[in-house]
């Protein structure tokens, strides 16, 4: 699947989208595809205020627990409820209607974040 041009990406393999001051994110195709079929998500409480690399939330799967991180610094201001019922979801549209939280940026240290292609060598590199 191809890395979608205009979000930006993490380390930890979530990605964002912004729109003016709030930020969507969610985990991307490759780490969905390395979790397997995601079976409970734990998302954070709306009104957390949450720090740039912290931890967010947990994604439980059939193979294992993992934990996913803020890309961006602020509150989270809304979460994917329809995963409750639908955690897999984040298998089947990890970019559309498997995202996890949305977030209204206080504060972004860009550096920390990736482009599509500067992604695509990332995961390239990683998975040799």
């Known amino acids: 699947m191809a890395v979608p041009e205009d979000l930006s990406y993490t380390r930890s393999h979530e990605w ?12 991307t195709h490759y780490a969905q595809e390395q979790l397997g079929e995601v079976v409970y998500v734990e ?20 193979k294992a627990v993992s934990e996913f991180y803020a890309p961006v610094t602020g509150e989270v201001v809304g979460i994917n409820e329809d995963l409750a019922d639908e955690p897999d979801l984040v298998n089947q549209d990890p970019y ?27 995961i390239a590199a990683e998975s040799h």
Do not use: N
């Not at 964002?16 to 985990?27: L, N, P, T, Y």
């Not at 954070?44 to 912290?54: A, I, K, R, T, Y």
């Open 16 to 27: 964002v989208r912004r729109e003016g001051d709030v930020a969507m994110v969610g985990i």
């Open 43 to 62: 998302l954070p409480e709306v009104g957390q205020q949450v720090e740039q690399g912290s931890e967010l939330g947990t994604l439980e799967s059939v």
């Open 96 to 122: 559309g209607g498997g995202w996890l939280v949305k977030i209204r940026v206080d504060g972004v240290d860009e550096s920390a974040l990736m482009d599509a292609a500067a992604y695509e060598a990332f």
